[in-house]
């Protein structure tokens, strides 16, 4: 009789895990109104954003800066404050929710250009900026 291996079940390791957390969770819509002026740019800041370390399950806290110049429709201020209260109990990398961020702007408004900063407080010393641009670089 021969000794057959058994093969293990592939089984998504923990950091795969992590670094996918959030990125598909359900968000309230971002809802638009239709823009009226050509060639312009609009500044939303956010003192106070909040998620979860997917890791740690400490809250993460940091300061948003979107800059975008729309097109046909520019985001409505109630619903995006609406989508971005649902990180607070989202678990997700900073980099996932800069770059989700940045995604469902563009689906929501398909602006000519958009950027996404996320300055993320301090945690064990250190400070963590992530910027996402779009349109993005195809490479």
Known sequence: ??????????????????????????????????NQFPDYEIKIEIPEFTSVCPKTGLPDFGVLEIRY????????LKS????????????IFYE????RILDDIVS???????TVMGE????????STVVAHYPRNRK
């Open 1 to 34: 009789m021969q000794n057959k291996k058994k093969s293990k079940p592939v089984i998504l390791n923990d950091r795969e895990k992590e670094a996918k957390a959030g990125l598909r969770k359900k968000l309230p819509p971002i809802e638009t109104f239709p």
């Open 69 to 76: 110049i729309p097109d046909k429709h520019c985001l409505e």
């Open 80 to 91: 995006f404050k609406l989508y971005l209260i649902a990180y607070r109990n989202l678990g």
């Open 96 to 99: 996932n929710a800069v770059n």
């Open 108 to 114: 929501a408004c398909h602006p000519v250009r958009a």
């Open 120 to 127: 993320f407080n301090p945690r064990g010393g250190m400070m």
